[in-house]
């Protein structure tokens, strides 16, 4: 007997596991909404320059005729990359000659402008307030945002790292980890205690030390080596499963949250592509469950991340009036990453053994930490080309969906407690190809 059919006994799929998994929700749910909040909170509203013509009522009073707003605007403010108002630049004197029908809207130099030396006057109709107008982060501040995003998700690498220890005390122990390691009187406590809660007190009276010792004697006799990260690095079957897992988790932070907190740059309206974006991504995330089952983990991972990488890159080639057709390409793209979270979560357990399976996902997420930290620096790139941050966004999980091809599939197979056991899928995986290779030779007679 396992430790799976130790679970069963106890009950795998009971109250226990529900409230466990309705304590993490809970938790989760409020982490997503305050990630997600900078959309709203850090949106840049439409802008000006705070011109006195249009923005000093005194003056505005005293102007020559009784010219509107439209006409002193266009006397005041320069036209900008779209022929809308530019956002940075001013002319330093009224060019009242563009009022003539005769002359040409172009008809000034750029010697004739200057920056917004007396600040911005902001459209507060959609966002009444942004830290964006509080702080002028526009023009020649505008990389401020982005510097900001990257270190709230550096804090966030800090914070999981110092209080990760904290939060154990408040979530059951994995059973299975405390026997693998040796602690058996702690592991039988936990197992007496699902036991209990799931409604098997029987079960429970009846589980005792020596039950466990014969259940798990293989496990125990071969489990013993402490866990390092080293190890997961030097041994030859779990060097590349790390190396592998860790870029693909680092594509998804690099390209979810590049992505996810700029929505504004997605399209015109941002409270909507917010609804679609959480409302895409739960029939995505259970229909990314069944594609597993059916189809593996590896090769959903490799497709979710591929597909994902080009609907980035296929928005390159959109021009930016095809608003709809961009924000269907990006939200498609989203969709793909968080397919990607799903299957690489399930995944990333099943690759690695019990003893070293916290320490690989630790280091699994803090490579998505260091990407997500990434993500938004990506988008300072702009400025050299417009489309080269979308690139980077769409190469990245291209390249790792097609690394992650390298990875063995984990579907129907038990979940490795020790080294030993990655060993002997890996050797029993060679020796069926062996015998497929032998069959096919002898077939060509």
């Known amino acids: 007997m396992a430790f799976?059919?130790?679970?069963?006994?106890?009950?795998?799929?009971?109250?226990?596991?529900?409230?466990?998994?309705v304590a993490l929700v809970a938790s989760i749910m409020w982490v997503t909404t305050q990630n997600m909040l900078e959309n709203f909170s850090g949106a840049v509203p439409s802008h000006r320059c705070w011109v006195a013509l249009l923005d000093n009522s005194t003056v505005q009073a005293s102007a020559t005729g009784a010219l509107g707003p439209e006409a002193l605007l266009a006397v005041s403010i320069p036209p900008g990359p779209n022929q809308e108002p530019h956002?940075?630049?001013?002319?330093?004197?009224?060019?009242?000659?563009?009022?003539?029908?005769?002359?040409m809207a172009t008809n000034w130099s750029e010697a004739a402008t200057e920056p917004c030396v007396d600040g911005w006057v902001y459209d507060h109709s959609t966002f009444t307030s942004t830290i964006v107008a509080k702080?002028?982060?526009?023009?020649?501040?505008?990389?401020?945002?982005?510097?900001?995003?990257?270190?709230?998700?550096?804090?966030?690498?800090?914070?999981?790292?110092l209080y990760g220890q904290v939060s154990d005390r408040w979530l059951a122990e994995s059973a299975r980890w405390l026997l693998i390691t040796g602690r058996l009187e702690q592991g039988l406590r936990e197992l007496r205690r699902v036991a209990t809660i799931?409604?098997?007190?029987?079960?429970?009276?009846?589980?005792?030390?020596?039950?466990?010792?014969?259940?798990?004697?293989?496990?125990?006799s071969v489990s013993q080596a402490p866990a390092r990260l080293g190890t997961l690095l030097r041994t030859p079957e779990l060097g590349l499963r790390t190396c592998v897992s860790s870029l693909c988790w680092f594509a998804f932070g690099f390209t979810f949250y590049g992505l996810a907190l700029d929505l504004q740059a997605l399209g015109s309206n941002?409270?909507?592509?917010?609804?679609?974006l959480g409302a895409l991504d739960i029939p995505a995330k259970l229909g990314t469950l069944l594609l597993m089952n059916r189809l593996g983990r590896r090769c959903v991972l490799a497709a979710s991340l591929v597909q994902a990488g080009l609907c980035i890159l296929a928005n390159t080639l959109v021009p930016y009036e095809m608003g709809y057709l961009r924000s269907a390409l990006a939200m498609l793209g989203l969709w793909g990453v968080g397919a990607t979270f799903t299957c690489i979560t399930t995944y990333t357990g099943e690759l690695f053994p019990t003893m070293l399976r916290m320490t690989a996902v630790g280091l699994s997420q803090m490579s998505a930490r260091a990407g997500a930290i990434l993500g938004p620096l990506v988008r300072l790139l702009s400025v050299h080309g417009p489309s080269l941050p979308l690139l980077l966004y769409g190469g990245v999980?291209?390249?790792?969906?097609?690394?992650?091809?390298?990875?063995?599939?984990?579907?129907?197979?038990?979940?490795?407690?020790?080294?030993?056991?990655?060993?002997?899928?890996?050797?029993?995986?060679?020796?069926?190809?062996?015998?497929?290779?032998?069959?096919?030779?002898?077939?060509?007679?």
Do not use: Y
């Open 4 to 21: 799976s059919e130790l679970l069963d006994l106890v009950g795998s799929q009971g109250r226990f596991q529900a409230l466990q998994t």
């Open 87 to 103: 956002r940075c630049r001013r002319f330093r004197q009224p060019q009242w000659q563009l009022l003539d029908s005769n002359t």
């Open 135 to 161: 702080w002028d982060l526009v023009c020649d501040s505008q990389a401020l945002k982005p510097m900001a995003q990257s270190i709230f998700l550096a804090g966030v690498l800090v914070g999981a790292a």
């Open 198 to 220: 799931n409604g098997k007190r029987a079960v429970a009276d009846t589980m005792t030390t020596e039950v466990l010792l014969s259940a798990m004697q293989e496990e125990l």
């Open 270 to 276: 941002v409270f909507l592509l917010q609804v679609l």
């Open 397 to 445: 999980p291209v390249l790792s969906g097609l690394v992650a091809l390298l990875l063995p599939e984990t579907k129907s197979l038990p979940l490795p407690d020790t080294i030993q056991d990655i060993q002997n899928q890996a050797v029993k995986k060679a020796a069926h190809g062996t015998r497929k290779c032998s069959v096919l030779k002898s077939t060509q007679f």
